[in-house]
């Protein structure tokens, strides 16, 4: 069972970097739970709510309308009713110029789905 559990969250994960990537926010939102908390990489101050993670996402965007999203190397492990998916992520910025660093998702079930309820993410030194 968790080897399909792992593989449900990748395709979140996946389908969320698709979306951002197309600049589809309310698609990369869909895997956030309504009482999400996180870390950026960018702001010291913990985004709370979809509302400020929309916010986030769309300043991201205006700032760099090119920019891509990718992870690599994501690795998730299941306990119970918790997914932890940890992966190195690169943000492009155009210009041939990217940022690197690290990302972790907790997820929780919810019925059937799985929805982040916190993020964190930090850049590469």
Known sequence: MSKAIRQQILKLEREQARAYNRGDVNAA??????????????????????????????YYLKRAPKMTYHIQQPHVHVSGGTAVATFYWTVGLGKRRSVRGRGTHVFARQGKNWRVVHEHFSRAH
Do not use: C, N, P, W
């Open 29 to 58: 939102m869909r895997i956030f739970d309504k009482g999400f908390v996180g870390f950026s990489s960018t702001q010291h101050e913990r985004i709370r709510g979809l509302g400020a993670l929309k916010k986030t996402f769309l």
